[in-house]
């Protein structure tokens, strides 16, 4: 009976033996067709932090530059708007003169009894209005395409640095 138990715990043995080198066997396999072959060296992770560090470096320059072109057009923006609402109201004004001029220069023709002199000045300054609000108008137009051309600038940086625009 002894020798029974002793072969039955022997066969026992064996058997959970074989079960736990089957076992380790088989998670040996798993473990080689899963797992990575090749394996990070420590000089590569220190590669990928330094490229890291250079990219979050250039991150930082880069918004740096983008906040100072933000303030730049901020303050760019406060003096053309100032700029630009002094050009329109001198285009107001010149609008008013050139269109006083005209009245005048149609009651100027009307009238046969006054001289061809003062016509003349009249349209002469007439000319002169309409010079210096060409001129005005074309000075607004240039300081608002400069204006959208800056801001096209800063969001296209924005864009390539992936913030979102605010507008």
């Known amino acids: 009976m002894k020798q029974i138990k002793l072969v039955i715990w022997g066969s026992a043995i064996v058997l959970l033996g074989l079960i736990g080198g089957t076992g380790w066997l088989i998670y040996e396999?798993?473990?080689?067709?899963?797992?990575?072959?090749?394996?990070?060296?420590?000089?590569?992770?220190?590669?990928?932090?330094?490229?890291?560090?250079?990219?979050?470096?250039?991150?930082?320059?880069a918004e740096q530059r983008l906040t100072e072109l933000e303030n730049d057009l901020a303050e760019y923006k406060s003096r053309n708007d100032k700029r630009v609402g002094e050009l329109e109201g001198?285009?107001?004004?010149?609008?008013?003169?050139?269109?006083?001029?005209?009245?005048?220069a149609s009651e100027l023709e009307k009238r046969s009894d006054k001289s061809e002199d003062e016509l003349k000045q009249v349209q002469a300054?007439?000319?002169?209005?309409?010079?210096?609000?060409?001129?005005?108008?074309?000075?607004?137009?240039?300081?608002?395409?400069?204006m959208n051309r800056m801001q096209t600038d800063i969001d296209e940086i924005k864009k390539a640095l992936g913030i979102k625009t605010t507008n």
């Open 90 to 104: 001198r285009v107001s004004s010149g609008e008013k003169k050139v269109s006083d001029l005209e009245k005048r």
């Open 125 to 146: 300054d007439l000319v002169q209005a309409r010079k210096e609000l060409d001129d005005a108008k074309k000075e607004r137009d240039q300081l608002r395409h400069e």
């Open 29 to 61: 396999r798993i473990e080689s067709t899963v797992a990575p072959k090749e394996q990070a060296t420590k000089k590569d992770v220190q590669r990928i932090e330094a490229e890291q560090l250079q990219q979050k470096k250039r991150i930082g320059e």
